[in-house]
């Protein structure tokens, strides 16, 4: 459920122009912040699950190290990726980087806000696809299996049908 809500914030936050309103984006990151929510503390309580309470803090340690290096990392190829696809739109690298650093000012301003904007969305958008993949091969991981071959057969009941007999036969003498 959480890389539904991100996948779906992220591709909400599309809505995200040079001249958007605030108020405009307050939905689309409420929703991307409650699947990120969602799936920290998801990960976290299966985490703290699996160790003995006296390792709680190494594991908590551990696992707090892993999520903040691997967020690094993700931002890291973010920004690489946005710098690359502003680069492509606005035809130099040099103007890419101070676009996405924020700079907007100058003669190319116009062009430099709608290449980011472009880029911006390409990238929101591919990300709502990984999520919305994860999400869809998650549920049919999860999901029971459905009757037919291989399919485990129910057990039959031990109870018998109340129209049944279930005494011994009688002997007749």
Known sequence: MALAFFAAGNAWLTVLGPDTPVAVIAGPLLMTGLGAGMSFGVADGAAMSLVQPEQAGMA?????????????????????????????????????????????????????AAGYTDALHTLLYA???????????????????????G?????????????EDTRPPSKVA
């Not at 990984?130 to 037919?148: E, N, Y």
């Open 151 to 163: 399919t485990p057969v129910a057990a039959p009941s031990s109870a018998a049908p109340a129209s």
């Open 60 to 112: 908590t340690g551990f696992l707090n190290t892993m999520r903040i290096g691997s967020e690094a990392i993700v931002i890291a190829v973010y920004g690489a990726v946005l710098v690359s696809l502003i680069s492509t739109r606005v035809g130099s690298h040099d103007l890419a980087a101070r676009v996405a650093a924020g700079d907007l000012g100058g003669a190319t301003s116009g062009t430099a």
């Open 127 to 149: 990300t709502a696809t990984v999520c919305a993949l994860g999400t869809t091969a998650i549920a049919l991981a999860l999901a029971p299996p459905r009757g037919g071959p």
